[in-house]
């Protein structure tokens, strides 16, 4: 892939954490750090396009998303969130209590 030299300005917390990046081997420069968020964002960005395809099909066939629907949506998003948070939890104080043991 062709490379492009840019100048770019950014927040003083972003840089340190990107050079922190550097320092800690997670890649080989601020470059790369700074390309690997930008593939992340075009990533993200397509998945976004996609979604909203998706979404105007589905309100073509079926009309708009009602208040109701986002709210009822919402709730179930928060509910699956909290759950998983959760699991999280679990999962972490069981390997903590494993770690623990494997100490002694």
């Known amino acids: 892939m062709t490379k492009e030299r840019?100048?770019?300005t950014?927040?003083?917390d972003l840089l340190n954490h990107a050079q922190s990046a550097v320092r800690?081997?997670?890649c080989r420069s601020v470059s790369e750090?700074?390309?690997k968020a930008m593939e992340e964002q075009l990533a993200k960005d397509a998945r976004l396009a996609a979604m909203d395809?998706?979404?105007a099909e589905f309100e073509a066939e079926g009309g708009p998303f009602?208040?109701?629907?986002i709210a009822g949506q919402?709730?179930?998003d928060q509910e699956a969130?909290?759950?998983l948070r959760r699991e999280g939890e679990r999962r972490l104080a069981e390997w903590q209590r494993l770690q623990a043991q494997q100490a002694k």
């Open 10 to 12: 950014v927040e003083v």
């Open 6 to 8: 840019v100048t770019i």
């Open 24 to 26: 800690a081997g997670v």
């Open 74 to 76: 919402t709730q179930r």
């Open 66 to 69: 009602t208040d109701e629907e």
């Open 53 to 55: 395809e998706l979404i």
């Open 81 to 83: 969130s909290a759950a």
């Open 33 to 35: 750090w700074i390309g």
